[in-house]
């Protein structure tokens, strides 16, 4: 049972902009604080970005001021604009919860190539 999605990744040149979606289950979604994961190849898993659900949020130094993250209740869906990308932020982009974190997706990938 798929219970995360996201897309929105590609190949994208340095300085361009991204968008990617996150749609979960009304179960996984509603209520909680969601993040945007990342992992490059060789590297361990980070949150660059994180939303509670009344639409604080919090950022990874290394994306502040280029990434916003965003969420539609009603929708059950978390975005992230990237804006600014850079070489170094290619990785597989995943969602889930902050806390209480359930099965992964399949991830997007994002390639910024320089």
């Known amino acids: 049972q798929v219970q995360l999605v996201e897309s929105g990744g590609g190949l994208v040149q340095a300085g361009g902009s991204l968008r990617l979606s996150c749609a979960a289950s009304?179960?996984?979604?509603?209520?909680?604080?969601m993040g945007w994961y990342r992992q490059a190849p060789g590297k361990q898993r980070e949150l660059v970005a994180r939303?509670?659900?009344?639409?604080?949020?919090n950022y990874a130094d290394s994306v502040k001021g280029r990434f916003t993250v965003s969420r539609d209740n009603d929708k059950n869906t978390m975005y992230l604009q990237m804006n600014s990308l850079k070489p170094e932020d290619t990785a597989v982009y995943y969602c889930?919860?902050?806390?209480?974190?359930?099965?992964w997706g399949q991830g997007t990938q994002v390639t910024v190539s320089s």
């Open positions: 939303i509670t659900s009344d639409g604080s949020t």
């Open positions: 009304g179960r996984i979604f509603s209520g909680y604080a």
């Open positions: 889930n919860r902050v806390r209480f974190p359930v099965g």
